[in-house]
């Protein structure tokens, strides 16, 4: 039976795979598709045989898009703001499957642009689900947040699709805020008879070779180590829910495929985290990177000031409704997926072409 049809069964493990079968020639639409995630999952979704188009902006450099030539795919820049610029692509794209994922996505850059922050991660949510609503073969819309949406408590056990939504940082808030705009939209206008369905799905930090966004652990080491200097680490205790960022991209996948062709209703949201104990202080983060690396390689810690205290020092996610009703779990556990992204740093630096290290890993994680 075609994993695309499993949505009514239960999983005591994830033990599932991404059904591939069902996305040969599938017609999909990533927004943000020049991102760190988007590029990843345009290349995962065209290596599974899907037919791709993008939508966005990013004027970022480097930017790992750039170097990337992705087949069945259409490039179509554009702002997730302009309403009638995204109805037209989503449209003219004949998708079947959206994934939003365009987003300002720094917490220490939404303190420097808290409105462009809102208005991108908030009114841009809600432009790209009015779009949808006039695509006639759309059937799943997975819109992607944030962990940080909830309320933060500091807890040390991960918090569940149904805690408190919360944000003390305009970037939080933002997000926590586009999940509250999509339950909004579901009520009022997705939930009746040909509409598709929409989620929303929360992450926590991943990680990848490709990703030179500033204010994040393993880009900055790859910079510092890429040329022979030290890492600096801000905040060298705090906890994160490390993960590679092809485990939660597979549990989107696989719940676009549930989306299209569930015959009862679904959860709303959904979390893909890593487990628990591969939640590690940046430290210890820090030593696999460095010690994958090599050649000499290593860190210290600065006082990160300000900075560093703006950042949540406690942050994970539970993820037992994804293994329960999915038959997702992570793939590779933390040593390993540092160990990859750390590989795949180092080889870049070494002059290897970054495609064939992004698709190294696509097809590692792919025959799992």
């Not at 030290?230 to 490390?242: K, Y």
């Not at 690396?293 to 942050?315: M, V």
Request: hydrophobic letters at 40%; aromatic letters at 8%.
């Amino acid at each position: 039976m075609s994993n695309s049809h499993r949505a009514d069964q239960h999983y005591e493990n994830g033990a599932r795979k991404i059904d591939t079968e069902f996305w040969v020639e599938r017609k999909a639409l990533v927004t943000g598709h020049m991102g760190f995630k988007g590029t990843w999952l345009t290349e995962l979704l065209s290596i599974l045989g899907a037919r791709v188009a993008g939508y966005g902006k990013d004027d970022r450099s480097p930017l790992l898009y750039n170097e990337m030539m992705i087949e069945r795919h259409a490039h179509n820049i554009g702002d997730i703001c302009q309403t009638d610029r995204m109805r037209q692509v989503l449209v003219d794209s004949g998708a079947e499957i959206l994934f939003h994922l365009a987003a300002q996505p720094i917490v220490l850059t939404s303190y420097e642009d808290p409105v462009g922050t809102f208005e991108d991660n908030i009114m841009g949510t809600v432009k790209v689900l009015e779009a949808a609503r006039a695509a006639p073969n759309l059937k799943a819309v997975v819109i992607v947040t944030s962990d940080k949406v909830y309320h933060n408590n500091s807890w040390i056990w991960g918090y569940r699709e149904s805690d408190t939504l919360g944000g003390s940082d305009p970037y939080s808030a933002s997000k926590a805020a586009a999940e509250i705009v999509t339950a909004s939209m579901i009520a009022s206008f997705f939930n009746k008879p040909g509409m598709p369905r929409v989620a929303t799905v929360r992450a926590g930090n991943v990680i990848g070779g490709g990703d030179w966004a500033p204010f994040r652990l393993l880009p900055d080491a790859a910079r510092a180590l890429g040329q022979d200097r030290a890492l600096i680490v801000r905040n060298p205790q705090s906890t994160r829910p490390w993960q590679h960022v092809l485990d939660p991209l597979g549990g989107y996948v696989m719940l676009a495929e549930d989306l299209a062709h569930a015959a009862t209703p679904m959860p709303r949201t959904w979390n893909f985290g890593p487990a628990m104990e591969d939640a590690l202080p940046v430290c210890m983060i820090a030593d696999l990177f460095v010690s994958e690396w090599g050649n000499g390689a290593s860190w210290r810690h600065e006082d990160g000031g300000a900075a560093a205290a703006k950042e949540a020092t406690l942050l994970a996610v539970d993820s037992t409704q994804a293994r329960r009703e999915l038959g997702w779990s992570p793939t590779w556990r933390v040593q390993q997926a540092v160990a990859r992204t750390s590989a795949w740093y180092r080889d870049y630096y070494a002059g290897a072409d970054p495609k064939s290290l992004v698709d190294r890993d696509i097809r590692d994680f792919l025959a799992r």
